[in-house]
């Protein structure tokens, strides 16, 4: 069973910095177009950013130049360091990827930017 697990998430003052990390396990394949998601409460869940299998990145208009999707050295991992954190991008962040075209979430980690 192929499981994604978040971590790294919790309160920080605006102006601060997270780094979250995803690690995905239960496969031998790589977990291809691994993303980052966020859901604050009341809203829809929404694309945060994205790494294609062909290496290229996505980002939403609201984080472009603060956050940063990577990978890890570690095989089928993800991270998304996050500066200039600002009230509005407390949420629950997810992620994202899949594994021979199957979608798989984590479980999600809350961040949560204090003003």
């Known amino acids: 069973q192929v499981q994604l697990v978040e971590s790294g998430g919790g309160l920080v003052q605006a102006g601060g910095s997270l780094r979250l990390s995803c690690a995905a396990s239960?496969?031998?394949?790589?977990?291809?177009?691994m993303s980052w998601y966020r859901q604050a409460p009341g809203l829809q869940r929404e694309l945060v950013a994205a790494?294609?299998?062909?290496?290229?990145?996505i980002y939403a208009d609201s984080v472009k130049g603060r956050f940063t999707i990577s990978r890890g050295n570690a095989k089928n991992t993800v991270y998304l360091q996050m500066n200039g954190l600002k009230p509005e991008d407390t949420a629950v962040y997810y992620c994202?990827?899949?594994?021979?075209?199957?979608?798989?979430w984590g479980q999600g980690t809350q961040v949560f930017v204090s003003s």
């Open positions: 994202q990827g899949f594994v021979l075209s199957r979608e798989y």
């Open positions: 790494l294609t299998s062909g290496g290229s990145t």
């Open positions: 239960g496969t031998i394949f790589d977990v291809n177009a």
